[in-house]
C-alpha cells in the first residue's frame, strides 16, 4: 500500500477524532449541570458517566500505545460509570486527558507503526485494527451523549448534524461552497447557519 494512502489514514483518522470529539462537546455545552448527571431511567448511564468512560478508556488505551496493554493494571473502569460527588469540571478534566492522551500517540505514529501488533486484554491487533477499534467504540459513545443531550433539551435543543427536512438545501450549501472540509463541520456549520 502506498506511503500516501497510510499517511492519508493517519490523517483522517486525527481529523475524525477531533470532530467526534467537537460534536460531544457540542452536545454536552447545551446541557446544564443538572442534566449533565440525570439519568433517565435505572440502567442508563448518564451523560456525565459516559464522558468518564470515555476518557477513562482512551487513556488506558492510549497510554503507551504501541509497547502496553491497552487494558492498563491501574484502571478503574468501573469507578467510570459512577460520578457521585464529583463536578462537571472534574468530569471533563478526566475526558480532557484521555483526548489528549489519544491525540498525543495518534500524532506520533509513524506509517511503520501501522502492521505493527498491540495488545488490549491480552489480545493482539494490528495497530490499524486498534485504531478503527478505538474510533468505533468512542463514535457509539459520543452519539449517546448526543442522544441524551438531545432528548434532555426537547424542543431547545440545537441541531448539531442537518436539520430535519433539510437535506436538499443541505446538498445546496455543499455544492456552493469551495473547501467542503469535514461532512460533520459542514453539516453543523449549516445548521448553525439555518437556526439563525
Avoid: C
Avoid at 492519508?8 to 452536545?27: C, H, M, V, W
Avoid at 478526566?94 to 483526548?99: M, V, Y
Avoid at 493482539?124 to 459520543?142: E, G, L, P, Q
Amino acid at each position: 500500500m502506498s506511503e500516501k494512502i497510510l499517511q492519508n489514514f493517519l490523517d483522517e483518522t486525527i481529523g475524525g477524532f477531533r470532530s467526534y470529539k467537537k460534536l460531544a462537546e457540542q452536545a454536552v455545552a447545551q446541557v446544564s449541570d443538572e442534566d449533565f448527571f440525570k439519568t433517565i431511567d435505572r440502567e442508563s448511564n448518564n451523560i456525565a458517566t459516559i464522558a468518564k468512560h470515555v476518557g477513562g478508556n482512551l487513556h488506558s488505551r492510549w497510554s503507551n500505545f504501541l509497547t502496553t496493554d491497552g487494558e492498563k493494571a491501574d484502571r478503574n473502569r468501573d469507578a467510570e460509570f459512577v460520578a457521585d460527588g464529583e463536578t462537571r469540571a472534574d468530569v471533563l478534566r478526566f475526558w480532557e486527558r484521555g483526548w489528549a492522551t489519544l491525540f498525543e500517540s495518534l500524532q506520533n505514529l509513524k506509517i511503520e507503526d501501522l502492521d505493527k501488533i498491540v495488545q488490549i486484554r491480552g489480545e493482539d491487533f494490528t495497530v490499524v485494527k486498534a485504531i478503527n477499534r478505538a474510533a468505533m467504540h468512542t463514535a457509539s459513545h459520543v452519539g449517546q451523549i448526543q442522544f441524551l443531550a438531545k432528548h434532555l433539551r426537547g424542543e431547545k435543543w440545537e441541531t448539531l448534524s442537518v436539520p430535519k427536512n433539510k437535506s436538499a438545501e443541505f446538498n445546496q450549501y455543499l455544492s456552493q461552497k469551495e473547501d467542503k472540509g469535514n461532512y460533520m463541520e459542514a453539516a453543523r456549520d449549516f445548521a448553525g447557519k439555518d437556526l439563525k
